[in-house]
Every structure is written in structure tokens, then in C-alpha cells.
């Protein structure tokens, strides 16, 4: 990311406002608040918010439990369905989800905080290091897992609970995928995204290879004929680029990149960041690089989105977040170009937009927006290489409802197939199921493919 050499300054803040900028945004209830917490809920017997959980956790069944005293039990409720329930308990839009489901939830009243109470359960199993799942004896099937994201780590962990081996192949040189390098800083606080990728390898069988990427290190056709299975967890490596005139300017950075660079930063007074910052998106991404942007002592952060507020892939309750840090939306502003002085950013020109008839026009007004820093959010997209011949559509892997690709023994699932939201709660969701039927087949099929050096 060339912001990292542009020379806008850093250190704007003492170290104290950084720790309190960057603090947990949801600090972990205590054993009383959960219990207060847990205690609303009406343990439905449908359980609406059940069914709006993408990995359908028992959700009355483990608050169940917390009112019981019993978090550990609530914790291998949670990971028998979601073994990254931790994180997922950080990150999921449960305003969206579970918690837009709750009866509970109505104009007079707030539905149950199940998200918080996710996390009570799964950081008191995560600190006492207790594991739920023993790997079951070994199958001698060895299967190779490609991307170290929700998807493949959710993956591995079921078929090493069947007894599998898995040799997870990661380009990153840390394994977590989206938990380590696009997760708002302060959503994922004291390198959890780490901890609890240890907490999931504790249970054998699993082996990551950091560094080694599907089409450069090797190819799909080398996998399939080494290994018993392939999983896909690709993710999406590519971001779109805005397209306009400036675009290249220093200054114009990648919100996916700045992300990435402050999550890995030891020392975040040394991120650079611009006094003036515009982000052009409206999901979120865009947000999570505004807020931040923000919290390291940008003076002015704006994003312009080109459609309404009720278009934003953002949920309302982030849109509000940001709201509440000083961020400015602006909605129906399309960028047209970025303005340069010597070289850089000085600010960016946009046209206004209206909708009529369902289409996205300009209405011939035109505005400008002085700036320094120009992030842009728009979109991220698949990087196919290195997948020979396998069935594509709309520009991810086509996939049937278990998973399966369209070659014998390659299944997929996350951000790179064209099923559920882009979310992490629907990788991990698919990685499982794919485990699933990966070890059904298997069941049914030959000898095991030969060891795997």
C-alpha cells in the first residue's frame, strides 16, 4: 500500500488515546451481566433467531445454559456448529441476523444481546483451553484445504473431528484469512484472531503452510492428483479499482490494504493517515476504514456512497457507529475524478447522483471535496489462477448445495462461490458443510491417495 510511504504524518495522538481508541468496541459481559443478559430470552420453542443464523446455533439452547451457570457447556453448544463462534460472536452483523429475528425485538423493546452472550461463552472455553472435540481415529485420508480463512479453517477442524488429515495451503505468511486482515482493529482486540486459530489446531491433524499460493506455488491439478479431496477457500484477493482520472496518485489507497496494515501494526501511531480523508463505498469496509481513520486522528473523514442510505451494504447499526465517531456520509456522490497538487491528493470532484426509474443517473451538478487521503471500498473480486478448467460464473466457482465443484473431488465454499452472504459466520457455515460431505464421500469411495510428502 503506497500510503505507507506517502509521508502524510502519523503520531497525531498520545499513546493513551490510541489504547482508548482501539479498545475492545464491545468489552465481554461479566458472569452478572450475562446472567441479566441470558435471562430475556424467551427460549422459543421455533427459535426464529436459530433459523437466521447462517450456521445454525442452537441460540435458546445455549443461552439456556449461560442461565444454568454453565458456560462451558453453552461454549460446546456454539462450536459444535461454529467453531469459530468466537470470533463470529465479534464480528457477525447479529443486528441483521440472529438479533433482527428475536420476538423480542420490536418497537418497544430490544432483542436479546446474542452476540455478547456468544462471546461470555466461547472466551471463558477459549482461556480455559478446554476442548470439546477429540480428532477421531485416523482415516488415513489426507485432504488439502487451500485458503486459511474461515472457510478452510472450519473445513480442516470438521474433517479432523472424522478423522482426516488436512494440509491447509495459505498465501499470507499468518493464517486466519479475513479474522486476521480485514477485521476492524478494535472488533478483535489482543490478537484473538491468533488465539483462537490455536485453540481450533489444538485438536491434530492439521497442518499450515503459510507462503504458498494456488496458481504460483501450485495448481489445482497437482492437488487433486495428491491428495483424496480439495476444499476451495479462496476468499477475494483482488479489490476493484475506481477507474478515474487520479486514481493513481499518492494518496489514493485501498481500504482493504489500510485495514490489513493497521491490523498488523505494532506501533499505530506509525500508520500514516491523512487529515482529510474521503472513503468512496458503502459497505463494510468503507466503514471499518473510516472509523479507523478517525480513531488515528484524521481531523475530517467523509464517505461518499453513489446511492441512498437504505442502498448501503452496511447495516444501519454500523452506519450509526460511524455516525457516532465523527464520520460524515454522504450518499448519491459518484466520483468523477481526484484532483493533484505535485503529485497528490488534493481533493476529489464528484458527480451528483439521483435515482429515476430505478437507474442511477447524473443529475449534471457537480462538487468537490478538498482532501489529502482518497481510500477507496468498492467491491473485492475472485483471482481465479491456478483452477485449470473448473466451472466459473458471474466470476466465483459454481457450486451445488454440498459444496461440490464442478471436477470430481474439489469442493468449495466462502467469499469465492455464489451461495449466502459474503459474511464470516457464512464461510465458516460452508467450510462445515463441505468437511461433511467431503468425509461422506470418502466413506463411500476407495483407498486412500498416497502420502503426501
Known amino acids: 500500500m503506497h500510503r505507507l510511504e506517502s509521508g502524510i504524518a502519523g503520531a497525531r495522538l498520545t499513546p493513551a488515546d490510541y489504547a482508548e481508541n482501539f479498545s475492545d468496541l464491545h468489552p465481554r459481559f461479566d458472569s452478572h451481566e450475562a446472567l441479566v443478559a441470558a435471562d430475556r430470552c424467551y427460549f422459543c420453542h421455533d427459535a426464529p433467531c436459530m433459523t437466521a443464523c447462517p450456521t445454525a446455533i442452537d441460540i435458546p439452547m445455549f443461552i439456556r445454559q449461560i442461565t444454568t451457570g454453565n458456560p462451558l457447556g453453552s461454549a460446546r453448544t456454539i462450536f459444535s456448529q461454529n467453531i469459530l463462534g468466537g470470533m463470529c460472536a465479534r464480528v457477525c452483523p447479529t443486528e441483521t441476523l440472529c438479533e433482527e429475528a428475536c420476538v423480542r425485538h420490536t418497537a418497544e423493546d430490544r432483542p436479546v444481546e446474542i452476540g455478547r452472550l456468544q462471546r461470555y461463552a466461547t472466551d471463558i472455553a477459549l482461556e480455559s483451553g478446554r476442548q470439546f472435540f477429540a480428532r477421531a481415529a485416523d482415516t488415513g485420508r489426507t485432504i488439502a484445504v487451500v485458503g486459511a480463512g474461515p472457510a478452510g479453517l472450519a473445513c480442516a477442524h470438521r474433517l479432523a473431528m472424522n478423522g482426516h488429515s488436512a494440509i491447509i495451503y495459505d498465501a499470507r505468511q499468518k493464517a486466519g484469512g479475513l479474522n486476521e486482515y480485514g477485521i476492524a482493529t478494535y472488533k478483535a482486540v489482543d490478537d484473538f484472531a491468533q488465539k483462537e486459530i490455536d485453540y481450533l489446531l489444538a485438536i491434530g491433524g ?142 476529489i470532484e464528484l458527480d451528483y447522483t439521483a435515482l429515476r426509474d430505478g437507474q442511477l443517473v447524473s443529475t449534471g451538478e457537480i462538487g468537490v471535496i478538498a482532501c489529502d487521503q482518497v481510500m477507496t471500498a468498492i467491491g473485492q473480486r475472485f483471482r481465479p489462477g491456478g483452477l485449470g478448467a473448473l466451472e466459473m ?34 464461510a465458516v457455515a460452508h467450510g462445515r458443510d463441505a468437511a461433511d460431505a467431503i468425509h461422506l464421500a470418502l466413506a463411500s469411495a476407495g483407498q486412500p491417495a498416497a502420502a503426501v510428502a
Open 393 to 426: 460464473e458471474r466470476g466465483r466457482i459454481v457450486v451445488d448445495e454440498h459444496c461440490r465443484t464442478s471436477m470430481d473431488r474439489v469442493y468449495a465454499g466462502g467469499d469465492c462461490v455464489h451461495r449466502g452472504e459474503d459474511l464470516t459466520v457464512q
Open 206 to 347: 492439521i497442518e499450515i503452510r503459510n507462503g504458498q499460493a494456488l496458481g504460483r506455488d501450485f495448481s489445482l491439478s497437482d492437488l487433486t492428483a495428491d491428495y483424496d479431496a480439495v476444499f476451495l477457500g479462496l476468499g477475494l484477493a483482488d479489490t476493484n479499482k475506481l477507474g478515474i482520472e487520479g486514481d493513481d496518485l499518492a494518496g489514493v489507497d485501498d481500504a482493504v490494504d489500510f485495514i490489513a496494515a493497521l491490523r498488523q501494526a505494532r506501533d499505530r501511531s506509525l500508520v500514516p493517515i491523512g487529515r482529510r480523508v474521503v472513503v468512496i463505498g458503502g459497505g463494510m469496509t468503507a466503514i471499518d476504514a473510516a472509523i479507523q481513520a478517525k480513531l488515528l486522528g484524521a481531523e475530517e473523514v467523509t464517505i461518499c456512497y453513489r446511492r441512498g442510505k437504505d442502498q448501503m451494504n452496511a447495516s444501519l447499526y454500523e452506519q450509526d457507529l460511524a455516525a457516532a465517531r465523527g464520520v460524515v456520509i454522504r450518499h448519491l456522490l459518484l466520483p468523477r475524478r481526484i484532483l493533484d497538487s505535485d503529485g497528490a491528493v488534493a481533493g
